[in-house]
């Protein structure tokens, strides 16, 4: 079981910088709720932070499954993708986000959209 305090105490990991401190607890706090969208978010930005590119890569998926229109966590797994040297699946993951959000500076600086 967790409580706020456990929630508490990975938002003050996280927003100290402590990603390997707030992976943790984040990870706790999903084991016990799957479903906390919030916990899964920030322990996606934790691991990319730390350039843990593949598991926050499927925290992103795991997100978008959910909501296909999240538009932070899809340019989050777009940057993912980029830092991975996968162009063109990041291509197509900010095409998306130019749809998600109607703004074509999303896609007009990466290489393989130009």
């Given at each position: ?87 063109e699946e ?25």
């Amino acid at each position: 079981m967790t409580t706020i305090y456990d929630w508490e105490a990975a938002l003050l990991a996280f927003n100290t910088r402590d990603y390997a401190g707030a992976i943790d607890r984040l990870t706790r706090i999903l084991q016990a709720q799957p479903g906390h969208t919030d916990a899964r978010e920030y322990l996606a930005r934790a691991y990319y932070l730390r350039a843990a590119l593949k598991p926050a890569e499927e925290q992103a998926r795991t997100i978008l499954a959910a909501d296909p229109t999240n538009e932070y966590i899809t340019l989050l797994l777009a940057r993912v993708l980029e830092r991975q040297s996968r162009h063109e699946e990041a291509a197509g993951v900010r095409r998306v986000l130019v749809a998600l959000t109607g703004d074509e500076r999303h896609g007009a600086a990466h290489r393989a959209m130009a």
